[in-house]
């Protein structure tokens, strides 16, 4: 898929750390983009939260890995964004745990080492974003259709006092290789996996115009 009139000729891979669930998304060269979507189980207490978040990074990231391996790509091919959380920033905008912001910046902190350690990415090539960074401190109501429309997919809003974007394109194959099927309700974190990636499109897109500049 050519990316709103651009191809930035990378694998980029758009990373939304949370709690009970993760989400990747790469943006493919000339094809759609895929996600990778996988439960987790509800954890007791914060550090058997890590432990399984580290062994369903570690599931996904080598679901990519045997995704790729066949089409012999270098770890140059490669950029990666990870949303970080802002916490200052979350807490001028509402009540939050703080434990809970703790325990993202720990996953964050788990999918970069596990993108080095098992898709050999340089760390120069692995961002860490805030969400306030990459959504342009912008709402999913307005973010989220965003994404969907520049990868060229129709959608509808739900979620009622929240609203987020559900696509209602056939979205079978960004989901064929996906470890769980999504609810409806669970594209509200998935499309953030693919704005990331979006957003990572655009960034890479000014990186080659300043290139081609000098």
């Known amino acids: 898929m050519d990316l709103v009139g651009m191809n930035v000729g990378k694998y980029i891979i758009g990373i939304d750390p949370d709690v009970t669930k993760q989400s990747l ?6 094809s759609p983009p895929l996600v990778i979507y996988k439960k987790v189980p509800k954890a007791e207490g914060c550090r058997e939260a890590e432990v399984l978040q580290l062994a369903r990074a570690t599931e996904v990231i080598r679901k990519i890995l045997n995704i790729v391996e066949g089409w012999q790509l270098k770890p140059e091919t490669f950029e990666v964004y990870i949303e970080h959380q802002n916490m200052e920033q979350q807490k ?3 009540k939050v745990n703080a434990q809970d912001l703790t325990n993202l910046a720990h996953i964050s902190g788990i999918w970069s080492g596990m993108v080095s350690a098992l898709l050999w990415v340089p760390h120069k090539q692995i961002h860490i974003v ?3 960074t990459w ?4 709402p999913k109501r307005i973010n989220q259709p965003r994404t969907l429309k520049a990868l060229g997919y129709e959608y509808k809003m739900m979620g009622g006092k929240r609203p987020y974007a559900t696509p209602t394109s056939d979205m079978s194959t960004v989901l064929r290789y996906t470890m769980d099927q999504p609810n409806p309700g669970d594209w509200e974190d998935i499309n953030d996996s693919l704005g990331l990636a979006v957003y990572g499109a655009k960034e890479e897109a000014k990186v ?3 290139k081609i500049q000098r």
Do not use: F, G, I
């Not at 998304?25 to 000339?30: D, E, G």
């Not at 959504?135 to 912008?138: D, E, F």
């Open 130 to 132: 805030t969400a306030s």
């Open 92 to 94: 001028k905008e509402k």
């Open 25 to 30: 998304a790469m943006l493919v060269p000339n």
């Open 208 to 210: 080659r115009r300043r």
């Open 135 to 138: 959504k342009n401190s912008q």
